[in-house]
């Protein structure tokens, strides 16, 4: 791989100055962190845009230094000390902030973390009117920019000794010493350089016997002793194992999540034996881009080409994740950011992050580019899904050639083939009970939660927010009563009923409540699904159309263990608020109960017969289900990989003000960084754009990846 790149000038890395003394971690931390904090929690009363509370701002560091009413807010390095931490801590009543509501307890302590730092803060000038916007380059200016024009081939320079350079390089380093006359120091020894070959090549030393071939070899002829050593070494799997080592640095490669939770990635390791073996096998390094940004989307020529293709894509998938955030949608953008941080910083060299708030204050890179290069990923799947209460990665079944794929193949039939009995007969036995619940749960009358069809979660089950009385006093109620909220504390109640669903799919979704003439018209009730959310609005004094017990508040799809739920709430309401239970029919349930026919009075002996054909199919489910997991866990397996893949839902996304992913601005088109290319992008509408992202990255004319890189193999080397 090493020997495709055909760069030959000696460049100088890319390096973004934020301040002569700023550690660079410390303002990546500040503004990922601490700025959206400040922005979105304190900018409210504490900024010179909308207001000055106390006259204390936090919209610059000249504000929090100078503090306000009370003194300065911060003591850098000295949480215990500092004002704001002690007003987020919430522990004096009567100093408090912010007043609404509490910082959460990790909000809490990010800024205790950030204190303790010593407060980096990059915001040199104070914002607000009359401040001085601190502004870098200009997309046109940073054209001309050394760094974002295309590298040249550049006659070697004269120089004096003509004896001593063996290559075009060594004319460039020697021009600059005789420059500052100044020599270049002696050769190494043969000892020494065989000692520095192997390990920079391979990563071990050379054995004995290895090390004296190389001396002898030298004394007779210096120049291909040291070219015989080099192609030998480059041969040798262990120049995978180093090299590839390096890359894996870049791709942040670990084999657990990090970020929250740790979870194991127990495929993690397919991604590691891909880059050595892209090492190993000297893949040229434009098509090593291409792989683990859009491998799945590249056409493959065989089986085996698909499974490594697939399997570079973990590059995208390999972050450090905080899978149990519960604010899907933040999820979702943070994973994005990172990986942007990730291609930004490793092929680039570029702090695309930055961006994500403004428009970069340094580097020309608008906030409108950030979201460009996002609303890619952003059509890109990288969690499994978005409502489990600790997400996951994907897990993408890979193919297998000739006689192992047709045992997988054959064994993954049977399992379907039982799968698709227990789905069968699962839906007959559910028609059965939908017969036996019209007779049970007729109008009027009292049931049990439990001899109800679907799932059902009963008020009793629910997490209720707020002082709900218990009653008994309309009859047809589900389990031992129902809620109310005794038409007081308007605003103040809430409650969820959260299923435990046994699989993903659409569920019909119910609510049981009890009529009356006192109750509210306008119930709000908030069902959080796989999809989104809904607010649908329940008439209490009207008599549920379903069986006097049920309205239907539509049908949704949620995930098994997601993290859905329905909720009642008594804001905004008129009259009495009341809520019994949650049903959640799958499709097949609902088709069941639609057909169900009522038995006719007095046939005791079909409905004995029916009972019993009932036990008889759910006793051989269980003997179904039981076969099932024996075959699952037993038997060939398809091996799996960490992957992306394109969303079902494909499109631009919109900037986010400020970085909040609640506050919408303006949509943008897909697409790249405007300094670093002269086309404009064109996006397929039919993929996320990750291919022609591939490309612009791979690409001769993308003045960045190709610098980049031979900066770190330079690096890497010496």
């Known amino acids: 791989m090493i020997s495709r790149p055909t760069i030959c000038t000696f460049s100088i890395a890319l390096i973004t100055a934020v301040s002569l003394h700023a550690d660079p971690g410390d303002t990546e931390f500040f503004e990922k962190k601490i700025r959206p904090l400040l922005d979105q929690r304190c900018s409210e009363c504490h900024s010179a845009e909308?207001?000055?509370?106390?006259?204390?701002?936090?919209?610059?560091?000249?504000?929090?230094?100078?503090?306000?009413?009370?003194?300065?807010?911060?003591?850098?390095?000295?949480?215990?000390?500092?004002?704001?931490?002690?007003?987020?801590?919430?522990?004096?009543?009567?100093?408090?902030?912010?007043?609404k509501k509490k910082l959460s307890a990790d909000e809490v302590a990010t800024?205790?973390?950030?204190?303790?730092?010593?407060?980096?803060?990059?915001?040199?000038?104070?914002?607000?009117?009359?401040?001085?916007?601190?502004?870098?380059?200009?997309?046109?200016?940073?054209?001309?920019?050394?760094?974002?024009?295309?590298?040249?081939?550049?006659?070697?320079?004269?120089?004096?000794?003509?004896?001593?350079?063996?290559?075009?390089?060594?004319?460039?380093?020697?021009?600059?010493?005789?420059?500052?006359?100044?020599?270049?120091?002696?050769?190494?020894?043969?000892?020494?350089?065989?000692?520095?070959?192997?390990?920079?090549?391979?990563?071990?030393?050379?054995?004995?016997?290895?090390?004296?071939?190389?001396?002898?070899?030298?004394?007779?002829?210096?120049?291909?002793?040291?070219?015989?050593?080099?192609?030998?070494?480059?041969?040798?799997?262990?120049?995978?194992?180093?090299?590839g080592r390096h890359w894996l640095d870049i791709a942040r490669f670990a084999e657990s999540s990090g970020g929250g939770r740790t979870l194991l990635f127990k495929d993690a390791w397919r991604y590691r034996d891909y880059v050595i073996d892209a090492f190993n096998r000297d893949e040229p390094f434009d098509r090593f881009i291409r792989e683990q940004i859009a491998g799945d989307l590249l056409p493959a020529a065989n089986?085996?080409?698909?499974?490594?293709?697939?399997?570079?894509?973990?590059?995208?998938?390999?972050?450090?994740?905080?899978?149990?955030?519960?604010?899907?949608?933040?999820?979702?953008?943070?994973?994005?950011d990172e990986q942007l941080d990730t291609i930004g910083k490793g092929v680039l060299g570029q702090t695309i992050g930055c961006a994500r708030c403004h428009d970069h204050k340094f580097d020309p890179i608008p906030q409108k580019d950030y979201y460009a290069l996002a609303g890619i990923l952003a059509s890109t799947r990288t969690l499994f899904n978005y409502t489990d209460n600790v997400a996951r990665w994907i897990s993408e079944p890979l193919k297998l050639e000739g006689e192992a794929e047709q045992k997988v193949a054959l064994h993954e039939a049977k399992i379907a083939a039982i799968k698709q009995e227990i789905e069968a007969m699962k839906k007959d036995v559910a028609k059965m009970k939908a017969v036996a619940t019209k007779v049970i749960a007729g109008p009027g009358k009292s049931v049990a939660a439990a001899e109800l069809p679907g799932i059902v979660v009963d008020d009793v089950d629910a997490k209720a927010i707020g002082e709900w009385s218990n009653s008994k006093h309309t009859a047809g109620f589900i389990g031992e009563g129902?809620?109310?909220?005794?038409?007081?504390?308007?605003?103040?109640?809430?409650?969820?009923?959260?299923?435990?669903?046994?699989?993903?799919?659409?569920?019909?979704?119910?609510?049981?409540?009890?009529?009356?003439?006192?109750?509210?018209?306008?119930?709000?009730?908030?069902?959080?699904?796989?999809?989104?959310?809904?607010?649908?609005?329940?008439?209490?004094?009207?008599?549920?159309?379903?069986?006097?017990?049920?309205?239907?508040?539509?049908?949704?799809?949620?995930?098994?263990?997601?993290?859905?739920?329905?909720?009642?709430?008594?804001?905004?309401?008129?009259?009495?608020?009341?809520?019994?239970?949650?049903?959640?029919?799958?499709e097949e349930e609902v088709a069941a109960l639609d057909a169900a026919v009522k038995p006719a009075p007095g046939d005791d002996a079909g409905k004995r017969n029916d009972e019993d054909k009932r036990k008889k199919m759910d006793a051989r489910v269980k003997e179904l289900e039981s076969s099932m997991k024996k075959l699952t866990t037993q038997g060939p397996h398809r091996p799996t990989a960490m992957a992306v893949h394109d969303e079902q839902d494909i499109g631009d996304t919109q900037i986010r003000v400020r970085g909040l992913v609640g506050?919408?601005?303006?949509?943008?088109p897909r697409g790249f960084l405007q300094v670093a290319g002269s086309?404009?992008?064109?996006?397929?509408?039919?993929?996320?754009?990750?291919?022609?992202l591939a490309d612009w990255l791979a690409s001769p004319a993308n003045p960045l990846t190709a610098r980049v890189f031979v900066n770190r193999a330079w690096d890497w080397s010496f």
């Not at 230094?65 to 009543?93: F, H, M, N, W």
């Open 50 to 99: 909308k207001k000055v509370k106390g006259g204390l701002r936090l919209d610059s560091r000249d504000g929090w230094q100078t503090g306000g009413d009370s003194g300065a807010a911060i003591t850098p390095g000295k949480p215990d000390e500092s004002l704001l931490i002690k007003a987020v801590r919430y522990r004096d009543k009567d100093f408090a902030m912010p007043p």
């Open 111 to 243: 800024l205790e973390q950030w204190v303790k730092m010593g407060a980096p803060d990059p915001r040199s000038a104070a914002a607000g009117a009359g401040a001085k916007k601190q502004v870098g380059l200009s997309i046109e200016a940073g054209k001309k920019f050394w760094s974002y024009i295309a590298p040249k081939k550049t006659v070697p320079p004269d120089v004096k000794d003509s004896a001593w350079p063996r290559s075009a390089i060594d004319r460039f380093i020697l021009a600059k010493l005789e420059e500052k006359s100044l020599r270049p120091a002696p050769d190494a020894s043969p000892e020494v350089l065989v000692r520095r070959l192997y390990y920079t090549i391979t990563g071990l030393p050379p054995s004995p016997e290895e090390a004296d071939a190389f001396v002898k070899s030298a004394i007779r002829n210096p120049q291909s002793a040291i070219e015989s050593t080099v192609d030998q070494l480059l041969a040798s799997p262990h120049f995978g194992e180093t090299w």
């Open 303 to 336: 089986s085996e080409d698909r499974r490594r293709q697939v399997t570079a894509t973990a590059f995208l998938a390999l972050g450090p994740t905080n899978y149990e955030e519960q604010n899907k949608q933040q999820l979702r953008f943070d994973v994005i």
């Open 482 to 586: 129902y809620r109310t909220d005794d038409n007081l504390g308007k605003g103040s109640k809430t409650i969820t009923f959260t299923p435990k669903l046994p699989k993903s799919g659409r569920y019909e979704v119910r609510f049981a409540y009890p009529p009356g003439t006192n109750r509210c018209k306008k119930v709000p009730v908030h069902i959080l699904h796989a999809e989104g959310e809904e607010k649908v609005f329940v008439d209490e004094t009207l008599t549920p159309p379903i069986d006097g017990r049920f309205v239907s508040l539509g049908k949704f799809r949620f995930e098994q263990d997601g993290a859905g739920f329905v909720l009642v709430s008594n804001a905004d309401t008129k009259g009495f608020v009341v809520a019994d239970a949650i049903q959640f029919l799958a």
């Open 663 to 668: 506050q919408k601005g303006a949509p943008v």
């Open 679 to 692: 086309a404009p992008a064109k996006i397929s509408q039919k993929e996320s754009g990750r291919r022609e």
